[in-house]
């Protein structure tokens, strides 16, 4: 026997199972009352039996979530036959059976392993928010549907339960529900835009989920007297099902042709979708409230609105997370590519300056000049490379550091070095037996930004300030300029983000540089912050490293002890 998605065939044992229930069927539909409960029982339970043994049987034949997708399946089907044989036990032993009763948990275990086992198999690719965003649309369409179907036609058939016990009607109540929700995982599971979509196996199953939910809708209609004997099920109807039940198992663990999809935004009509049955509910909601005159609409219309909205709102809730996380995802790789493919010429630019540089006899002053003025801008340009690479590194695995004890004093005369800005404009006041355990490359590139920042938009006063606490070691650039608009003091630390100067092409940068800053200071387990200087009246940025500072003098061994350049700046 072999089955695909494009050929499929039944073995002769699957095709004697499809004649004794079509049999059963005819005996239902053309037999008395009595002989069409007494076969059509017969004919259910025993197609739920060999379909559930079926199931669980070639489930072993598959592995992973489809191997226990399929045997929740075959349970579900295999309690259902037990169902069927208990309530046919008490109809022929006494007479009648309720037609809602203690009897229908067998049926209600059906439901919810039926449903488990539609929810385990193999899901599309995508994010945890993603696949959450599904849900929640499925629920906004299924509460929507389900509110609807009970305004409109459950309402009135229920009132003849209004007499019975509690159970009675909280089971007749629960029947239309599940009906709706393993009706629409059936669909999602089938339609949904993975490997399984349109599967054979998966839409013979559809299938017999469907024709099972219109059998129980007969039974529901007809059975509000609460007398099994009353009722009208249309047997041949679920004999339907538990065929395409049995066809579904027979297909499970035989060669299938998976789906691959090109990976593209979701159709418009899928994301609409959902919100049309709400819109329908909501249309009911607000006819019923102009009519009645005094808002006392159904409770439960009401209480699936307030639902709905809920959900709406968690729904927009997690596509905001989503869309933010889609475009920080979209930027990194856009600042990674494009910073890729700077690096490789501008290697190629310092090399062939430096070629020419080292010919500088055969040079006029206006051509070193200009030569000088190339290696500088490509130097900036290259910096900024390494720092749009190490930013998009780090928001996805965290900056990798090379932890060290160093003399803090040695790290801020260099720092004040090598930001170019000119020593004599820096003046430098820390401790100078100060240690900290940080990566000095990193931390002397977080200070040559923030003195870098303080020269290109403070005032001509700079000053370089290392104060510890404790274990706590803080560094701070103050500086004499117009200062940072409290609108900024947040979003100044965000990439590409300029403050007041972020439209202003006059003023140099490119807005990565406290971005840098606090990237670097969060992977030593620090923070960056920004307040007025009370010491020059300006801009004062900060740095704070909690648990990296010692006076241990132990700790300078191996440390460089520059303190003579110290007086310098």
Same mark, same amino acid.
């Given at each position: 026997? *072999?089955?695909?998605?494009?050929?499929?065939?039944?073995?002769?044992?699957?095709?004697?199972?499809?004649?004794?229930?079509?049999?059963?069927?005819?005996?239902?539909?053309?037999?008395?009352?009595?002989?069409?409960?007494?076969?059509?029982?017969?004919?259910?339970?025993?197609?739920?039996?060999?379909?559930?043994?079926?199931?669980?049987?070639?489930?072993?034949?598959?592995?992973?979530? @489809?191997?226990?997708?399929?045997?929740?399946?075959?349970?579900?089907?295999?309690?259902?036959?037990?169902?069927?044989?208990?309530?046919?036990?008490?109809?022929?032993?006494?007479?009648?059976?309720?037609?809602? $009763?203690?009897?229908?948990?067998?049926?209600?275990?059906?439901?919810?392993?039926?449903?488990? $086992?539609?929810?385990?198999?193999?899901?599309?690719?995508?994010?945890?928010?993603?696949?959450?965003?599904?849900?929640?649309?499925?629920?906004?369409?299924?509460?929507?549907?389900?509110? +609807?179907?009970?305004? +409109?036609?459950?309402?009135?058939?229920?009132?003849?339960?209004?007499?019975?016990?509690?159970?009675?009607?909280?089971?007749?109540?629960?029947?239309?529900?599940?009906?709706?929700?393993?009706?629409?995982?059936?669909?999602?599971?089938?339609?949904?835009?993975?490997?399984?979509?349109?599967?054979?196996?998966?839409?013979?199953?559809?299938?017999?989920?469907?024709?099972?939910?219109?059998?129980?809708?007969?039974?529901?209609?007809?059975?509000?007297?609460?007398?099994?004997?009353?009722?009208?099920?249309?047997?041949?109807?679920?004999?339907?099902?538990? $065929?395409?039940?049995?066809?579904?198992?027979?297909?499970?663990?035989?060669?299938?042709?998976?789906?691959?999809?090109?990976?593209?935004?979701?159709?418009?009509?899928?994301?609409?979708?959902?919100?049309?049955?709400?819109?329908?509910?909501?249309?009911?909601?607000? !006819?019923?409230?102009?009519?009645?005159?005094?808002?006392?609409?159904?409770?439960?219309?009401?209480?699936?609105?307030?639902?709905? &909205?809920?959900?709406?709102?968690?729904?927009?809730?997690?596509?905001?997370?989503?869309?933010?996380?889609?475009?920080?995802?979209?930027?990194?790789?856009?600042?990674?590519?494009?910073?890729?493919?700077?690096?490789?010429?501008?290697?190629?630019?310092?090399?062939?300056?430096?070629?020419?540089?080292? &010919?500088?006899?055969?040079?006029?002053?206006?051509?070193?000049?200009?030569?000088?003025?190339?290696?500088?801008?490509?130097?900036?340009?290259?910096?900024?490379?390494?720092?749009?690479?190490?930013?998009?590194?780090?928001?996805?695995?965290?900056?990798?550091?090379?932890?060290?004890?160093?003399?803090?004093?040695?790290?801020?005369?260099?720092?004040?070095?090598?930001?170019?800005?000119?020593?004599?404009?820096?003046?430098?006041?820390?401790?100078?037996?100060?240690?900290?355990?940080?990566?000095?490359?990193?931390?002397?590139?977080?200070?040559? *930004?923030?003195?870098?920042?303080?020269?290109?938009?403070?005032?001509?006063?700079?000053?370089?300030?290392?104060?510890?606490?404790?274990?706590?070691?803080?560094?701070?650039?103050?500086?004499?300029?117009? $200062?940072?608009?409290?609108?900024?003091?947040?979003?100044?630390?965000?990439?590409?983000?300029?403050?007041?100067?972020?439209?202003?092409?006059?003023?140099?940068?490119?807005?990565?540089?406290?971005?840098?800053?606090?990237?670097?200071?969060?992977?030593?387990?620090?923070?960056?912050?920004?307040? !007025?200087?009370?010491?020059?009246?300006?801009?004062?940025?900060?740095?704070?490293?909690?648990?990296?500072?010692?006076?241990?003098?132990?700790?300078?061994? &191996?440390?460089?002890? !520059?303190? @003579?350049?110290?007086?310098?700046?």
């Amino acid at each position: 026997m *072999n089955s695909t998605n494009t050929d499929v065939r039944f073995g002769r044992l699957a095709q004697a199972v499809f004649g004794f229930l079509m049999l059963c069927a005819l005996v239902t539909v053309f037999g008395s009352k009595d002989v069409a409960d007494a076969v059509g029982a017969l004919g259910v339970a025993v197609g739920a039996t060999l379909a559930g043994g079926l199931f669980i049987v070639r489930a072993r034949t598959v592995s992973g979530r @489809e191997r226990i997708a399929w045997t929740l399946i075959g349970l579900g089907l295999c309690v259902a036959a037990v169902g069927v044989l208990v309530v046919a036990v008490v109809f022929f032993t006494l007479g009648d059976a309720p037609t809602f $009763g203690w009897t229908d948990l067998f049926f209600l275990a059906t439901y919810v392993l039926v449903i488990a $086992g539609a929810l385990t198999l193999p899901y599309a690719q995508g994010s945890t928010m993603q696949r959450f965003r599904m849900i929640l649309d499925g629920l906004i369409g299924g509460v929507s549907i389900a509110a +609807l179907l009970w305004v +409109l036609l459950l309402a009135d058939m229920t009132s003849d339960l209004a007499d019975s016990s509690t159970l009675t009607r909280t089971i007749g109540a629960l029947y239309p529900f599940l009906d709706l929700v393993v009706l629409t995982v059936a669909m999602s599971v089938l339609l949904r835009r993975s490997r399984h979509r349109f599967d054979m196996r998966v839409l013979l199953f559809s299938g017999g989920v469907l024709f099972q939910v219109v059998g129980d809708i007969a039974i529901f209609s007809s059975g509000q007297s609460g007398s099994f004997a009353d009722t009208s099920p249309l047997y041949w109807v679920n004999l339907l099902a538990m $065929g395409l039940f049995f066809a579904s198992a027979s297909l499970v663990g035989q060669p299938s042709v998976g789906r691959e999809y090109a990976d593209r935004n979701p159709p418009l009509w899928t994301q609409i979708a959902p919100y049309v049955p709400a819109l329908g509910m909501l249309g009911v909601f607000i !006819t019923e409230a102009a009519i009645s005159g005094d808002m006392a609409v159904d409770p439960t219309l009401l209480g699936a609105v307030i639902v709905v &909205g809920l959900l709406v709102i968690a729904r927009q809730a997690v596509a905001i997370v989503d869309n933010r996380a889609t475009i920080e995802q979209q930027r990194d790789l856009l600042v990674t590519t494009i910073s890729h493919e700077l690096r490789t010429p501008l290697t190629a630019i310092v090399g062939y300056v430096d070629l020419l540089a080292e &010919g500088g006899d055969r040079l006029d002053n206006d051509q070193r000049s200009m030569l000088a003025i190339i290696h500088q801008q490509a130097d900036y340009m290259s910096t900024i490379v390494s720092d749009l690479i190490m930013l998009a590194r780090g928001s996805d695995r965290g900056l990798e550091l090379e932890v060290e004890p160093v003399l803090v004093d040695d790290l801020a005369v260099a720092s004040i070095h090598a930001s170019g800005i000119g020593v004599e404009t820096v003046r430098l006041d820390g401790e100078t037996d100060l240690v900290a355990f940080v990566d000095r490359a990193r931390m002397q590139q977080v200070l040559v *930004n923030l003195l870098t920042n303080a020269a290109r938009y403070g005032g001509p006063q700079r000053l370089l300030r290392v104060v510890s606490d404790g274990a706590d070691v803080t560094f701070e650039v103050h500086d004499d300029g117009p $200062g940072l608009p409290r609108r900024y003091e947040v979003r100044v630390w965000d990439r590409f983000e300029r403050g007041p100067n972020r439209l202003n092409a006059a003023v140099p940068g490119s807005g990565i540089g406290l971005a840098v800053v606090s990237a670097i200071a969060q992977a030593h387990g620090g923070t960056s912050a920004y307040r !007025t200087s009370e010491i020059l009246g300006g801009a004062c940025f900060s740095v704070t490293l909690p648990g990296r500072a010692t006076h241990d003098p132990t700790e300078r061994r &191996g440390t460089q002890a !520059t303190s @003579e350049i110290r007086s310098v700046a």
